[in-house]
């Protein structure tokens, strides 16, 4: 049986961390209203994006067909930087992964509930769902990192410390480093593992594929009336795709962030709901026992004074 002075430094500890999680739970509630909104600015962007380049992806099936286009494309994502040598093929053609890069967006820090180990197993089952592909990995995040190297997987790249503000030129380098693992032969297949943000109560753990690009048809040949390519065709490829690609990873780290702060959020909120019902139980109970003492001290007196009287 704790004593009195035991449940009153537990009382002062519960107050105490129900101060820092109220605070956690603001500072997420105020990162969460603007990562929110990047997120929900940055999808229809990308989506238009998405169906142009696969318009591109459609037009580029024609041309392997002819012959007809230069077959290395040189991409610039950072300026001042050499440009990557990419195979137009590589990037429209649908061939079978063998060298899957997973790449996986995780959080640099926890208090987030389940938000970094739904992600974490999501990577995990991919892996070993596909035994037969050599697959490397690519963290964001210490959080996946920090799991995955302690483990029998090969991590070729990691970054960590993108700030939630999604400054462009942090961005264009980690999408030139990806696309440069993709044009080396490092990896002839990109998958994108992330939270993809619904709500603050909700995000779905997302697996995509990055880059080999799909194409998209359309009735009665009607991309070929509807896009003109100018100049020509290799400046456009080399105009987009970096675009393409650079918006893809901003959309997916806007959803990441935003998914991470609604969860905090939320996890925040549990714990400081948990410290208010605790510290009430706490209180009950010092009541109680003060006021068991003060019952205790009465009948001590009075039985005292009864036995003065006799």
């Given amino acids: 049986m704790p004593s009195l002075l035991d449940i009153r430094a537990r009382i002062k500890a519960v107050e105490n961390i129900k101060k820092i999680t109220r605070a956690m739970q603001l500072v997420a509630a105020a990162k969460f209203n603007r990562a929110q909104n990047r997120a929900r600015s940055a999808r229809p962007y990308a989506r238009e994006l998405d169906e142009i380049l696969g318009v591109l992806a459609a037009i ?9 286009g230069s077959d290395v494309l040189d991409l610039s994502f950072v300026e001042g930087e050499t440009p990557l040598r990419v ?27 389940a938000f970094n180990t739904r992600l974490i197993r999501a990577a995990d089952r991919f892996i070993r769902d596909h035994p037969q592909m050599d697959s490397r990995l690519i963290t964001i995040g210490k959080k996946g990192n920090a799991y995955f190297k302690r483990r029998d997987v090969s991590i070729i790249h990691h970054v960590e410390g993108l700030s939630d503000r999604l400054q462009l030129d942090e961005l264009k380098r980690v999408t030139q480093t990806l696309v440069g693992l993709f044009a080396s032969g490092e990896v002839d297949g990109l998958y994108l593992i992330y939270s993809q943000f619904k709500s603050a109560m909700r995000s779905d753990v997302t697996i995509e594929k990055f880059l080999s690009i799909p194409p998209v048809h ?3 040949d009607e991309r070929k009336s509807v896009y003109i390519l100018e100049p020509d065709r290799e400046a456009v490829y080399e105009t987009l795709i970096p ?3 650079t918006t893809k990873i901003f959309a997916t780290m806007a959803d990441s962030f935003a998914s991470e702060y609604g969860a905090r959020m939320v996890a925040m909120q549990l714990a400081t709901s948990n410290a208010e019902e605790m510290l009430e139980s706490q209180i009950i109970l010092r009541n ?11 009948a001590e007196i009075v039985g005292g004074s009864a036995a003065q009287v006799s």
Wanted: proline share 2%.
């Fill in 87 to 113: 195979h137009r093929a590589g990037l429209f053609e649908q061939s079978e992964v063998k060298r899957p890069g997973v790449i996986l967006v995780t959080a640099d820090r926890g208090l987030a509930g």
């Fill in 60 to 68: 580029s099936e024609d041309e392997f067909d002819t012959g007809a």
């Fill in 243 to 245: 675009l393409y690609a």
């Fill in 218 to 220: 359309k009735k009665d």
């Fill in 288 to 298: 109680r026992m003060r006021q068991a003492m003060i019952t205790k001290e009465l």
